[in-house]
């Protein structure tokens, strides 16, 4: 970075920072920050300003949105007996553009994992079930199928059957390992159609 006067090394290091943005990308950038009109580099300051001062996170689902609720959860046609259960934001998304669900979601914000630290209450799990208060019938949990989302999984539903709501699994045709986000509508459309009650 020492090849640039400061305050270019100093944006080079920003965007660095970014997920899978090595140094040769991130200079690209930089210098297309700097070659952007005054108006484009304004709305560019304005739309990270916005991101991190105006997102938060719905007062229901946990899900990201720029009000107190976010669209889905103040949707009088979606159907709130149905929640499904994703780790982030991105979930919500992929399965949103299968066109097959039509019931609420909750975010949790992450997985189980104490390797990395990662306690239930570091989830929105107190969230989740502080929604079961009798109009909920299912309960569907979409976390990866991997270790860690199955591990979330079993933890949730020894949860929640207690409380007599039914909690199902989305049955994956996507290989082990393979995340949510990246799965194809159709496969989602037949993860949720099979979905396994536990
Ligand atoms: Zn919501």
Not at 133 to 144: H, K, M, Q
Request: proline share 5%; with cysteine.
């Amino acid at each position: 970075m020492s090849d640039y006067i400061y305050p270019v090394a100093r944006l080079i290091e920003s965007f660095r920072r970014l997920p899978g943005v090595g140094s040769k990308s991130a200079a690209r950038m930089a210098f297309g920050v700097l070659e952007m009109s005054e108006a484009d580099a304004e709305e560019f300051r304005a739309a990270i300003k916005g991101v991190k001062e105006d997102v938060h996170r719905c007062s229901v689902c946990c899900d990201l949105c720029d009000g107190d609720k976010c669209a889905i959860c103040s949707d009088p046609e979606r159907d709130g007996g149905m929640i499904c259960v994703v780790e982030d934001p991105r979930a919500v998304s992929a399965l949103e553009r299968s066109h097959e669900y039509n019931g609420t979601y909750h975010v949790l914000g992450g997985v189980i994992s104490p390797m990395n630290g990662i306690t239930p209450d570091k989830l929105n799990v107190k969230e989740l079930i502080a929604r079961l208060n009798g109009d909920v019938r299912e309960v569907i949990i979409a976390t990866n199928p991997n270790i860690e989302g199955e591990t979330t999984a079993v933890y949730l539903s020894k949860l929640i059957r207690p409380l007599g709501v039914k909690v199902t699994r989305l049955a994956y045709g996507v290989p082990v390992g393979a995340d949510l986000e990246f799965a194809d509508s159709e496969t989602l459309a037949r993860a949720l159609e099979g979905r396994r009650e536990f």
